[in-house]
Nanobody, 123 residues
């Protein structure tokens, strides 16, 4: 099973940008679709974006479409989430996940998770 470690979170002002990274271990990385989710304390973990095994297809939540970009580098076992035009409502813990389909948006459709990285957007 793949293991995931996120990095790149931090504090940023509204309108700013951050790039999250997710490092995967294991030789089966390219067999997984990869997703990003986020969670605010007391709320359900919500889907943000996903990318197909090859990286050729992506899928976004409406709330981030046009502002966030997900990508992957299978040679480096890495997944990225470029976040632009950040808003205070983007503040959350962000989690990387490995699953079977880039169209999966439910938490239980993903088999492996990272520990998360915090993103805080100040107004």
């Amino acid at each position: 099973q793949v293991q995931l470690v996120e990095s790149g979170g931090g504090l940023v002002q509204a309108g700013g940008s951050l790039r999250l990274s997710c490092a995967a271990s294991g030789r089966s990385f390219s067999s997984y679709a990869m997703g990003w989710f986020r969670q605010v304390p007391g709320k359900e973990r919500e889907f943000v974006a996903a990318v197909s095994r090859s990286g050729s297809s992506t899928y976004y939540a409406d709330s981030v479409k046009g502002r966030f970009t997900i990508s992957r580098d299978n040679a480096k076992n890495m997944v990225y989430l470029q976040m632009n035009s950040l808003k205070p409502e983007d503040t959350a813990g962000y989690y990387c996940a490995a699953g079977l389909s880039f169209l999966a948006i439910m938490r239980n459709e993903y088999a492996a998770w990272g520990q998360g990285t915090q993103v805080t957007v100040s107004s």
